[in-house]
């Protein structure tokens, strides 16, 4: 296990905890390897993790800022974890991982961990089914699952012993075992650290093992879904059901209240709720109109027109109209045209180099953004050179500049702060129409 790459790839914004800077252990990692390694497989070894490893700090971020920033519910309670912590937790995250692939033991529809799998390929294996059935004049609906604070409820004993039923025991279980339990955190607001509290439940958020974990914790929901006809995909927490049906089929509502029920039963079994379920409806053709109304406990579920399956809108016509719809993105650019560093360029110029950087730094950002350029290329290079040469803050300055002495030329109002060069004696460059360069003390 090469733990240098391991040290040089967590992000610093994750181990705010430490009383080192990670950019600086990052920089004098080659000499703290043998340290780290030591640690590491200490822990794997023993199967125990330091306490000081599994104190964590929770800062609360908003989920949208356009919502009331005084419910808790609207903040991500994301931890902050020890950057050797983070390290031990990626060598474990690797190895499990093999040992999975390796052996078969993933969910063949769980498209999260897997090499080649992506929410992209989730949501083409689901769209296409879809699109089949539809091609084959069947109706299909698409049920999309939304669980309340899942990972905060993760019952670690049913983990452990699903850990146990996949083949892993003796000293790697009792590592799990340790990782689980004895847990603390605390809460960072405005300045402020509230008291430890233990985490008797769940995980939280922030963990590099938690998704994955929480991926095999719901495992055996497949059976549940396959039992009564439906297909499924899923991403990490995010759960797809479908199925397709002739037009004219009376049973289908009660089959989708069917297996929600016996799927919220498996889910508080599993300590776990069951908060939002999304029903779309795909007809056959524009011409079918399905109106289901499933009744689960005390809500009921109705069609929507539209659903968002993992950042994309789907439209129950399979369009994706409203996905692709450009006035929010008409609206971003809008704001972005707002900050122009354009804005009174004349004033600028003269002004140092080492002025005018910060300038540059601005379209250097979007310019990466743009071709989708890493932060390290340099986007004046060849091919995007040419295209963005006229773009820097120097040359819109020349340009700006240039102007300006266009319009003193035609007799604009700058007229009294520009001044024609008139030389003291005739020379062939009176009839050039030069300009005076005003003195100007350093």
Not at 79 to 106: G, Y
Not at 144 to 170: C, E, P, W, Y
Not at 248 to 269: G, P, Q, Y
Request: hydrophobic share 40%.
């Amino acid at each position: 296990m090469d733990i240098s790459k391991l040290i040089l790839s967590n992000h610093p914004t994750t181990c705010s905890l430490d009383p080192i800077p990670t950019h600086l252990l990052q920089a004098i990692s080659s000499s703290v390897i043998p340290s780290l390694t030591h640690i590491i497989n200490t822990s794997l070894h023993s199967g125990t993790i330091p306490t000081a490893f599994k104190q964590a700090r929770v800062s609360p971020l908003l989920k949208k800022p356009s919502l009331n920033l005084a419910i808790l519910e609207i903040y991500r309670p994301v931890s902050l974890l020890p950057f050797i912590a983070k390290t031990l937790e990626r060598v474990v995250f690797n190895q499990l991982s093999m040992f999975l692939v390796q052996n078969n033991l993933l969910d063949s529809n769980q498209f999260g961990f897997k090499s080649g799998h992506s929410t992209e390929t989730a949501l083409l294996s689901v769209t296409e089914a879809l699109r089949l059935a539809r091609a084959a004049s069947k109706s299909s609906v698409l049920i999309l699952l939304d669980l309340s604070a899942a990972f905060d409820t993760v019952n670690h004993q049913i983990l452990l012993s699903t850990l146990r039923k996949m083949g892993i025991s003796r000293t790697a279980l009792q590592w799990f075992k340790s990782y689980l339990s004895g847990r603390s955190f605390r809460v960072s607001w405005r300045g402020e650290v509230s008291k430890s509290q233990l985490l008797a439940t769940g995980f939280p958020q922030g963990l590099v093992l938690g998704p994955l974990l929480f991926s095999i914790y719901m495992m055996s929901t497949g059976s549940v879904i396959q039992k009564h006809g439906f297909s499924y995909h899923c991403y990490a927490d995010d759960t797809q059901l479908y199925f397709s049906f002739q037009p004219d089929d009376l049973t289908v509502a009660a089959r989708i209240a069917a297996c929600l029920r016996d799927i919220s039963s498996w889910m508080k079994d599993h300590h776990l709720q069951l908060n939002l379920t999304e029903l779309l409806v795909v007809p056959a053709s524009p011409s079918f109109h399905h109106n289901y109304s499933i009744q689960l406990g005390s809500s009921t579920i109705t069609p929507f027109r539209t659903a968002r399956n993992l950042g994309l809108v789907i439209v129950h016509q399979l369009r994706f109209t409203d996905h692709i719809a450009t006035r929010s993105c008409r609206f971003a650019l809008y704001n972005i045209r707002k900050i122009r560093l354009d804005y009174c360029n004349a004033l600028f110029a003269g002004l140092p180099a080492c002025s005018i950087k910060p300038l540059q730094l601005i379209p250097n950002a979007a310019a990466r953004v743009i071709f989708n350029e890493s932060k390290k290329s340099s986007c004046y290079s060849s091919p995007h050179q040419v295209t963005l040469s006229t773009s820097s803050p120097s040359h819109q300055i020349q340009g700006t500049d240039a102007c300006l002495q266009d319009d003193h030329l035609r007799g604009t109002n700058i007229n009294s702060l520009v001044q024609t060069y008139v030389p003291s004696r005739s020379l062939r460059s009176a009839s050039e129409w030069r300009l005076l360069v005003p003195y100007q003390r350093g």
